[in-house]
């Protein structure tokens, strides 16, 4: 009773308000707003400068008509398969490369994490337009390399062939992005106690044994919070493709995704002109997408993974 | 003290998997780096060999910078990144002293409100985002990126350092209230300075997406007196595909100022990942 009669009794904390503003504001008008708007505007349509609103329309030309929905998949497939390379390549090297980096006693370990992050902080026109120049048959690098271990038959210009391009883009992008699942699972190992692992050495499970059984079970949330980080990046995926392939994304949309699908249908490209609502759709089927993961992520597998409390 | 696990086969062959992939992460770096110092033919002739006195040639670099304005693009991206920072930083702190200092109704929703935006892309609100611009007056100016920038790196910026300013010790502030300091002022000469060193990390954090960002420069400011040095090198690439020396001696251009900064400030970045608030 006291309690509450005192707060009651105290004056507005201005202060509050104050320091939560601008951060309030800003984020709200340029971000939240934006986005809801976004959502809205694919339910409207224009025809000579007058907007109108079409309810559904806009998804069902999306989803009905061939020629949209054609692309569509192509692009939602792509960017599937351009996330599977990631969750199956980038995941499971980054933690291989954290494992080595936090075995004890390891010397220049600093220079070794320094190094491998460095394409992490590279620009995608630099990592799009390097790659592409390394892979390119013209200059040769690439080749000259495969020649030296006697492999140059399996040479082929890869961005350039529809069926190798988009995998190629994933490894690519794998190579650039390895060192944030690397640091974060170092982290988190890092974080396992000493006398965890010493009692695992009391026990006799050293070396391989310890990382599977011991730390591995210890570092799962870190896991989980890495793939959903993967997913999110993927589904939102554009820069790289677009400086190496372009927005055609080309071979013949061999590596189209959702981001230059957007980027395609909301700017226009050649002879079709841009068109904001459909672009609108588009945005919102990768809201959707993106906000499904983060559910099945935050309901599912965040409650079941144990965190461990040292 | 020697441990079961640092026996010597399993040290060297942990050397030789992490040397192995320390090539595979520098080498295309330092191919292009190299070779932008070279002669035409020698690009051609012998690309994986440094530079010798015969093939150096800069004539790449002298190319580029008499081609595009390069000057006026690094200066229009630092002008955008470092005005982003300081508000993502200021606001930023403000709002996360807001967050964990002081117990509200709505303190929890408020949190979860702008943590939204960690995991949502601000990209999604392209559309409305290109309109606001449109109809504000801002498209082609620094300052429609500079709004966007703050707006996206303000989530991560405020759940990290909220978790760094409920370390700082409340002592601390009760003797700074009890000696008659206002709010304000436990903040900015109080609390700010303790958390400089997580600011470092936030200031990394935002930083690298917001120099890197092509989409947004490439949207909202693409004239000319407004390029960023990430989009007028990704144009003027495309432009001269098929001038190796130029596009070579770019793309070292473009490499060159992250990383000087990387190199600087990588320590921070790997003690503020390792610190335990992004986990």
Not at chain 1, 157 to 185: C, D, H, N, R
Not at chain 2, 122 to 147: E, F, K
Not at chain 2, 171 to 176: E, M, P, R
Not at chain 2, 187 to 192: A, S
């Amino acid at each position: 009773m006291a309690g509450e009669f005192a707060q009651q009794k105290k004056p507005i904390r201005w202060h509050i308000a104050v320091f939560l503003a601008p951060a309030v504001l800003v984020y709200t008008a340029v971000m939240i707003i934006p986005l809801f708007g976004t959502l809205q505007l694919s339910l409207f349509n224009a025809e000579n400068q007058q907007r109108f609103f079409v309810g559904l329309d806009n998804f069902r030309k999306l989803f009905g008509d061939p020629r949209w929905s054609a692309s569509f998949w192509n692009a939602l497939w792509n960017n599937t398969w351009f996330f599977i390379i990631h969750m199956l390549v980038q995941n499971p090297i980054g933690i291989g490369l954290a494992a080595l980096l936090s075995s004890p006693k390891l010397r220049f370990s600093a220079f070794y994490r320094t190094a491998i992050f460095i394409p992490t902080i590279l620009s995608f026109v630099i990592v799009g337009f390097a790659w592409k120049l390394i892979l390119s048959p013209l200059w040769g690098v690439a080749p000259n390399l495969l020649d030296l271990v006697g492999l140059k038959s399996l040479f082929t210009p890869w961005l350039g062939k529809e069926e190798y391009a988009l995998t190629t883009l994933g490894l690519i992008s794998v190579w650039q992005f390895v060192g944030i699942p690397m640091m974060l699972i170092y982290a988190a190992l890092l974080s396992i106690p000493d006398e965890v692992i010493e009692a695992a050495e009391m026990d006799g499970i050293t070396g391989m044994a310890q990382f599977w059984k011991i730390k591995l079970p210890l570092i799962l949330p870190s896991i989980g919070i890495i793939s959903i980080l993967t997913f999110v990046g993927n589904f939102n995926a554009f820069d790289l493709i677009y400086s190496a392939q372009g927005a055609l994304a080309g071979p013949n949309y061999s590596t189209d995704i959702l981001g230059t699908f957007l980027y395609r249908t909301f700017f226009g490209f050649q002879l079709q002109t841009g068109d904001p609502y459909m672009g609108s759709a588009i945005a919102s089927m990768m809201f959707l997408i993106i906000l499904t993961g983060v559910c099945i992520y935050l309901f599912t597998i965040q409650t079941r993974l144990r965190r461990y409390q040292f | 003290m020697s441990r079961a696990t640092a026996s010597l086969p399993r040290t060297v062959g942990a050397h030789a998997a992490l040397l192995a992939y320390t090539a595979i992460a520098l080498f295309p770096v330092v191919v292009i780096v190299i070779n932008s110092f070279k002669s035409r033919n020698a690009i051609f002739r012998t690309p994986l060999s440094p530079p010798t006195s015969e093939t150096f040639d800069l004539i790449g670099y002298t190319m580029v910078l008499n081609q595009g304005d390069f000057f006026l693009y690094f200066q229009n991206s630092l002008i955008v990144t470092v005005a982003s920072l300081f508000l993502v930083l200021l606001f930023g702190a403000m709002a996360a002293f807001a967050l964990s200092e002081y117990r509200f109704r709505g303190n929890t929703l408020m949190g979860l409100y702008l943590a939204l935006g960690i995991m949502i892309p601000i990209r999604l609100g392209t559309v409305a985002i290109l309109q606001l611009m449109v109809a504000s007056g801002l498209v082609n100016t620094l300052t429609a990126l500079v709004l966007v920038y703050t707006a996206q790196g303000l989530p991560l910026a405020v759940f990290i350092l909220s978790e760094f300013m409920k370390q700082v010790s409340d002592d601390l502030k009760n003797a700074g209230r009890i000696d008659g300091l206002s709010e304000y002022r436990i903040f900015f000469r109080l609390v700010l300075p303790l958390v400089r060193p997580s600011m470092a990390t936030v200031a990394v954090f935002t930083m690298i997406p917001i120099w890197n960002d092509l989409w947004f420069p490439l949207i909202l400011a693409p004239s000319e007196a407004t390029k960023t040095i990430t989009l007028g090198a990704q144009l003027f690439i495309g432009q001269y595909v098929t001038n190796w020396n130029a596009v070579l001696a770019a793309l070292s251009l473009a490499i060159l100022p992250v990383l000087v900064l990387y190199l600087i400030f990588s320590r921070q970045l790997i003690r503020g990942i390792t610190s335990g608030a992004v986990k």
